[in-house]
T-cell receptor
Framework: AQTVTQSQPEMSVQEAETVTLSCTYDTSENNYYLFWYKQPPSRQMILVIR??????QNATENRFSVNFQKAAKSFSLKISDSQLGDTAMYFC????????FGAGTRLTVKP | NAGVMQNPRHLVRRRGQEARLRCSPMKGHSHVYWYRQLPEEGLKFMVYLQKENIIDESGMPKERFSAEFPKEGPSILRIQQVVRGDSAAYFC??????????????FGEGSRLTVL
């Protein structure tokens, strides 16, 4: 079974600075998808960024980018120029046939 | 194109009653997933269904919980004889068919069940 580990229960960052959230996973498969989802207080699950395992290039979406290390099974999320609206729970997820989530990291952006 | 629709958004039940949560996937999606989120925790996989078939129910409690996705109509997550520990947010998500699967799940806004 695939497992996803987020080792940082909580993190904080000053507005406009950069923060990196960690995620590791365990799988014996070669082709899969990795995701970061954001869950603000509204509890809506919002897709932040997606990475296909067969792509070596790291995905980027505006201020959000990932560092995908396939051999190390690591998938960290970097948020640049943090904004107050980035305050939320962030979940790393692994998808093969269904999606499995990490326990989440609560990110607080401080003014 | 409407997103994933879940109802009710909030449901209150007394211990021993039944709870039914409904999920209508996005148009064209034939894969449905149910997740449970306890307060201050991540989403826990419960069950993965395709039309009229349960593909993976490894995350579903063996008793009192059942799920279906009929040929017509929404997917239903049914919890019989609810207990206080069933209080949680239940999220439904849908995806495209496997052959065109981009790997992305689209989530509903969740149904929050409170058991008194």
């Amino acid at each position: 079974a695939q497992t996803v580990t987020q080792s940082q229960p909580e993190m904080s960052v000053q507005e406009a600075e950069t923060v990196t959230l960690s995620c590791t996973y365990d799988t014996s498969e070669n082709n899969y998808y990795l995701f970061w989802y954001k869950q603000p207080p509204s509890r809506q699950m919002i897709l932040v960024i997606r990475q296909e395992a067969y792509k070596q290039q790291n995905a980027t979406e505006n201020r959000f980018s990932v560092n995908f290390q396939k051999a190390a099974k690591s998938f960290s999320l970097k948020i640049s120029d943090s904004q107050l609206g980035d305050t939320a729970m962030y979940f790393c997820a692994f998808m093969l046939n269904d999606m499995r989530f990490g326990a989440g990291t609560r990110l607080t952006v401080k003014p | 194109n409407a997103g994933v629709m879940q109802n009710p958004r909030h449901l209150v039940r007394r211990r021993g009653q039944e709870a039914r949560l409904r999920c209508s996937p996005m148009k064209g999606h034939s894969h449905v997933y149910w997740y449970r989120q306890l307060p201050e925790e991540g989403l826990k996989f419960m069950v993965y269904l395709q039309k009229e078939n349960i593909i993976d129910e490894s995350g579903m409690p063996k008793e009192r919980f059942s799920a279906e996705f009929p040929k017509e109509g929404p997917s239903i997550l049914r919890i019989q004889q609810v207990v206080r520990g069933d209080s949680a947010a239940y999220f439904c998500a849908s995806s495209l068919t496997v052959t065109t699967n981009t790997g992305e799940l689209f989530f509903g806004e969740g149904s929050r069940l409170t058991v008194l």
